[in-house]
């Protein structure tokens, strides 16, 4: 399996005491995210919140981190966020910040410390499009949304 050192740093002192994001199990794709909260936060029905996690990162150049939700917070509470997954590029070196929404119908409450979401960094590749007039023929052509579903 590939590795790759990245640069991280704790946005504030209060961050120290949380973990940085890190592995679960020994098999786990993503990184889990922990609330950076000065105290407990009400997340209504529906309701929209930003959630700082006290840390920012120095992508190398040709890699992304991608934001993504937990799936037994999302299970359970009904909690995910807004933008998923979010994308943090290789240029940004602002805190990492989550656009939770509440999809449930009761309140949660998001407490310091919690895992809210996971990261999971990814090379990218740089697109330089080619125009033309048709496009090679494919077994699919066009056909999407749920077209396979058809027998």
């Known amino acids: 399996m590939e590795e ?9 002192d209060r961050a120290r005491d949380l973990p ?6 020994e098999g786990s794709a ?16 529906l309701e929209r919140a930003l959630i700082p ?3 920012a990162i120095a992508l190398p150049k040709g890699f992304e981190a991608q934001i993504r939700p937990r ?3 999302a299970l359970r509470e009904g909690v995910t966020l807004v933008n998923s ?3 943090i590029d290789a240029d940004y070196r602002g805190e990492i910040q989550l656009i939770t929404i509440n999809l449930g119908r009761e309140t949660v409450i998001v407490r310091r410390g919690q895992r809210v979401a996971q990261m999971i960094v990814q090379r990218v590749c740089r697109v330089h499009w080619q125009e ?3 496009l090679p023929a494919s ?3 066009e056909g999407g949304f749920g077209h396979t579903d058809k027998k």
Not at 30 to 43: F, I, S, V
Request: proline letters at 7%; a negative charge.
């Open 30 to 45: 993503g990184m889990d995210l922990a609330a950076d909260l000065d105290e407990d936060l009400r997340l209504e029905p």
């Open 53 to 55: 996690t006290g840390v």
């Open 132 to 134: 033309v007039e048709a």
């Open 4 to 12: 790759v050192r990245i640069q991280i740093m704790r946005v504030r």
């Open 85 to 87: 997954p979010g994308t």
């Open 71 to 73: 799936s037994g917070l």
């Open 20 to 25: 940085l994001p890190d592995y679960m199990t």
């Open 139 to 141: 077994k699919r052509q």
